[in-house]
C-alpha cells in the first residue's frame, strides 16, 4: 500500500503565501501522478494540480498564475506553492497519488485565508 503525509497549512492573510509538503511511502511505482485537490465546506473535492513523474502538469483555472506545483522523484515528495492566496483558496487541501488504476489519500491539511 501507499502512504502519504502532507504538512504545511495553516492560517495566513490575503496575499501571503504557503508552501504544502507530501510524502509518500509504500509500494511507490516509476509511473505515478501526484497532486493536490482541495474540499471548501458544503462544496466538492476539486482538482487544484498535478504533476507527473517527467514534470508534466495541469493547474486548476483558478489557480493558474499563483500556485506552482513541484516534486522530487528521489524522496517521492510532492510541493505545493501558494502565492497571492485568496479568501475563496480556504479549504482542506489533500495530497494524491495516482498510480496503475488505483488513487491514495492523505489527511488533509487546513488552508485558511483572512481577508
Known amino acids: 500500500q501507499v502512504q502519504l503525509v502532507e504538512s504545511g497549512g495553516g492560517l495566513v492573510q490575503a496575499g501571503g503565501s504557503l508552501r504544502l509538503s507530501c510524502t509518500s511511502s509504500?509500494?511507490?511505482?516509476?509511473?505515478?501522478?501526484m497532486g493536490w485537490y482541495r474540499q471548501a465546506p458544503g462544496k466538492q473535492r476539486e482538482l487544484v494540480a498535478v504533476i507527473t513523474v517527467g514534470g508534466s502538469t495541469n493547474y486548476a483555472d483558478s489557480v493558474k498564475g499563483r500556485f506552482t506545483i513541484s516534486r522530487d522523484n528521489a524522496r517521492n515528495t510532492v510541493y505545493l506553492q501558494m502565492d497571492s492566496l485568496k479568501p475563496e483558496d480556504t479549504a482542506v487541501y489533500y495530497c494524491?497519488?495516482?498510480?496503475?488504476?488505483?488513487?491514495?489519500w492523505g489527511q488533509g491539511t487546513q488552508v485558511s485565508v483572512s481577508s
Open positions: 494524491n497519488l495516482h498510480q496503475m488504476g488505483s488513487s491514495f
Open positions: 509504500g509500494r511507490i511505482f516509476s509511473v505515478n501522478v
